[in-house]
Each structure stands twice: as structure tokens, then as C-alpha cells.
Nanobody, 129 residues
Framework: VQLQASGGGSAQAGDSLRLSCVAS????????VGWFRQAPGKEREGVSC????????YYSDSVTGRFTISRSYDKNAVFLQMTGLKPEDTAVYYC???????????????????????WGKGTQVTVSS
């Protein structure tokens, strides 16, 4: 069972990147999938989540309007389309699954990360100004 994030790289501010999270050893159909990021010296941040049906999506305030999460059942994958990249988006991005859905904490409203599992190796995104 593995989740592999890929698609990171170096970009200029304003550029776009598309991250992929591909599952192997199991089908993603029954799981919510979240994207998280962690920059050096900072706490891990949940940036986006998509429910198993794809009908519900969550975005953190820092990426709302710029990032779009989607999933492909045929490809057993989830994608994060990132546009309007900013230097503060620089981080290692990880994906993980949660069988319980995209759960949020009450206050502040954030993605509840404790239920996520199978954190794969992340992919580095570096945005320069």
C-alpha cells in the first residue's frame, strides 16, 4: 500500500504546477485524499482535501482560489492543480488518505490531519519571486 506524490519542481511566482498522488496496492475510490505541505521551520498545513465521491472539497484560506483538487478513478489518483504560485507556497507537499472523509477542526477551521494515513514521500515545490 503506497501513495506517491509527484509533480513538484521549481517555478517562478505566478506559474502553475500540477501535483499527482498515485495509489498503488489499493483503490483510492473509498478514501478521502488530502494534500498537506510543510515548509522548513513551519508546522504541517493541510491545504486541500477531496471526499471519496469527489463531491466535497476543502481548501485552506492560503490557497483558496488558486489551487484545485480533483480525482481520477480510472487512474487511481488525485491531483492538485496549483496556479498563481507564490514564494510562500514553497514546501514539501504530501498526500495521504483518510477513510473517514475530509474532517475539519472547529476553530480554527482546518483539515483534521490525525485521521490521515499512508503518508508517502513528498514532492518539493520551490517558488521564487
Amino acid at each position: 500500500v503506497q501513495l506517491q506524490a509527484s509533480g513538484g519542481g521549481s517555478a517562478q511566482a505566478g506559474d502553475s504546477l500540477r501535483l499527482s498522488c498515485v495509489a498503488s496496492g489499493f483503490t483510492l475510490d473509498y478514501y478521502a485524499v488530502g494534500w498537506f505541505r510543510q515548509a522548513p521551520g513551519k508546522e504541517r498545513e493541510g491545504v486541500s482535501c477531496i471526499s471519496s465521491s469527489g463531491e466535497y472539497t476543502y481548501y485552506s484560506d492560503s490557497v483558496t482560489g488558486r489551487f484545485t483538487i480533483s480525482r481520477s478513478y480510472d487512474k487511481n489518483a488525485v491531483f492538485l492543480q496549483m496556479t498563481g504560485l507564490k514564494p510562500e507556497d514553497t514546501a514539501v507537499y504530501y498526500c495521504a488518505r483518510d477513510p473517514h472523509g475530509c474532517r475539519l477542526t472547529d476553530s480554527p477551521r482546518r483539515l483534521y490531519s490525525a485521521g490521515f494515513e499512508y503518508w508517502g514521500k513528498g514532492t518539493q515545490v520551490t517558488v521564487s519571486s
